[in-house]
């Protein structure tokens, strides 16, 4: 499966932002999935996950209760919405799919990252 991320900017402390990804393939359906992010510098982090049916959803402490996870299986996307902006989420952010690993929020478990969408928050 290829991965398209897109929907990033240049917003302010407070705003929202929609980020999508969109993929190819016929088993999307199939896969949990999950987005994280890396900042200049640092290494690349768990932002959030979702089952394959959308049942369940995961964040990092840092994202819970102002991003949300969500797809559509139909027309083979995920989303994440981001409200209440911070200039620590300033970063580039990926989408990727689950294929393995023992935990959601593990790297190593994921692949078919695709190229990432830059989301730049000012104070």
């Known amino acids: 499966v290829q991965l398209q991320a897109s929907g990033g900017g240049l917003v302010q402390a407070g705003d929202s932002l929609r980020l999508s990804c969109a993929a190819s393939g016929r088993t999307f359906s199939s896969y949990n999935m999950g987005w994280f992010r890396q900042a200049p510098g640092k290494e690349r982090e768990f932002v959030a996950a979702?089952?394959?049916?959308?049942?369940?959803?995961y964040y990092a402490d840092s994202v819970k209760g102002r991003f949300t996870i969500s797809r559509d299986n139909a027309k083979k996307t995920v989303n994440l919405q981001m409200n209440s902006l911070k200039p620590e989420d300033t970063a580039t952010y990926y989408c990727?799919?689950?294929?393995?690993?023992?935990?959601?929020?593990?790297?190593?478990?994921?692949?078919?990252w695709g190229q990432g969408t830059q989301v730049t928050v000012s104070s």
């Open positions: 990727a799919r689950r294929v393995g690993g023992t935990t959601y929020y593990d790297l190593i478990g994921y692949d078919s």
């Open positions: 979702i089952s394959w049916n959308g049942g369940s959803t």
